[in-house]
């Protein structure tokens, strides 16, 4: 059974840089064709596809967040992480880690992040 569990402030102030990161057990996030991927989901709104790193490596982000996201892993504690930059309020949301990307095969528990001053 793959398990995946976000870490991370549940508050960030406006301007900053939003940091979660993901564990995963169950699974080696280096192996398989396998897609690790960051969504959200804001109050009242569906699911925003926010980016992925793939077992390879390789990393993609959706246009719309391009500018403002980061993710990588740390192979040697099988974690990856997103880093979302120059955080507003827009971006207040349920932010989940899972393996696949437009099909969700494992979700995390996720973890609610609150932009606010």
């Known amino acids: 059974q793959v398990q995946l569990q976000e870490s991370g402030p549940g508050a960030v102030k406006p301007s900053k840089t939003l940091s979660l990161i993901c564990s995963v057990d169950?699974?080696?996030?280096?192996?398989?064709?396998?897609?690790w991927s960051w969504i959200r989901q804001p109050p009242g709104k569906g699911t925003e596809w926010i980016g992925y790193?793939?077992?390879?490596?390789?990393?993609y982000y959706s246009p719309s967040l391009e500018s403002r996201t980061t993710i990588w892993r740390d192979t040697s504690k099988n974690q990856f992480t997103l880093h979302l930059s120059s955080m507003t309020p827009e971006d207040t949301a349920m932010y989940y880690c899972?393996?696949?990307?437009?099909?969700?095969?494992?979700w995390g528990r996720g973890i609610q992040v609150t932009v606010s001053s």
């Open positions: 169950g699974d080696d996030i280096t192996t398989g064709d396998f897609r």
């Open positions: 899972v393996r696949g990307w437009g099909e969700v095969e494992y």
């Open positions: 790193i793939d077992s390879s490596g390789k990393v």
